[in-house]
């Protein structure tokens, strides 16, 4: 299965406690980099929604955002961890001391520190079991819609391999004719310059020149690059870099062709492969 690394999926859970909103949304990268925008009350959880993610995605620039948007104030006893309270009141009180024109925390400050205010009836572990359900499945609804994007982006590159070994099979019967004419044209010169034709140096030079035009290992190489891409398409695998080079490998033998063309078929050949070529690299830079 060929997976793109664009994706977008959200959903919206209603808990005892209020409304899990989640929301994740995936770019193409060349290493798996994530970004985590957690409410305040969420941060706790952060670790294991990493792992979640990074158990499921290979490769990809994902962001996640996930809020509680909790009941009213009426639904919610508040209290304060003292724990917390009184070892950000010793650390406050060595910075004054050390930097003196320092200005104390404010009460607002103070409130908003994390884990400062409890929601006394708030159950963590089940917050915690709700949000890993909730990521389970936008997980499995983001995975969905980069399978269905990767569909596409397989059958794009399945049609440009399929135009990629037609210009292979037209190249093959123009090394012959090209021997053929070349021959022609030496013997022609020959007979004009010297008024004899002398057959050794003819065929020197046509062993020289069929030397110097011989495409048929790069016309070979090309074949067997377009099965293996065909090949790591079809198999259940991350599959992104590998086709990356192969992509690179087809463009080696492609400016080799090119290089080694004495016609104008050849060329022309040559330069439409590339052209596939970067429109097959172009969708392989987005799949994972």
């Not at 990268?29 to 499921?56: C, G, Q, W």
């Not at 030397?211 to 290992?217: A, L, S």
């Amino acid at each position: 299965m060929i997976y793109s690394m664009t994706g977008f999926a959200s959903l919206e859970r209603q808990l005892t406690n209020g409304v899990l909103v989640v929301e994740l949304r995936s770019v193409n990268h060349r290493y798996l980099e994530l970004h985590m925008k957690l409410d305040e009350n969420l941060r706790s959880f952060e670790p294991v929604v990493r792992e979640m993610i990074s158990a499921t995605l290979g490769r990809g620039k994902v962001e996640c955002r996930m809020s509680l948007v909790q009941r009213g104030a009426a639904d919610k006893a508040l209290s304060l961890d003292e724990e917390i309270l009184t070892n950000l009141s010793e650390v406050a009180t060595q910075i004054q001391q050390r930097f003196p024109t320092s200005q104390a925390l404010s009460v607002a400050e103070i409130l908003h520190w994390p884990g400062v205010v409890q929601n006394e009836h708030g159950d963590n572990a089940q917050l915690g079991e709700d949000i890993k359900s909730a990521l389970k499945q936008i997980l499995e609804d983001m995975t969905s819609s980069r399978a269905r994007e990767g569909e596409k982006m397989k059958a794009l590159i399945l049609e440009r391999l399929v135009d990629a070994e037609q210009i292979v099979a037209t190249v093959k019967p123009l090394l012959p004719m090209q021997v053929k004419a070349y021959q022609e044209k030496l013997t022609a010169k020959l007979q004009e310059a010297l008024k004899s034709v002398d057959e050794d140096r003819v065929r020197q030079e046509l062993v020289l020149f069929a030397q110097k035009i011989d495409v048929d290992e790069e016309l070979t190489r090309l074949i067997a690059h377009v099965s293996e891409v065909k090949r790591i398409l079809d198999a259940d695998q991350a599959a992104g870099k590998r086709l990356d080079f192969l992509m690179q490998e087809l463009n080696r033998e492609a400016n080799t062709l090119g290089s080694k063309s004495v016609s104008t078929e050849v060329s022309q050949a040559s330069m439409s492969l590339k052209v596939l070529i970067e429109q097959m690299r172009e969708q392989i830079q987005n799949i994972e």
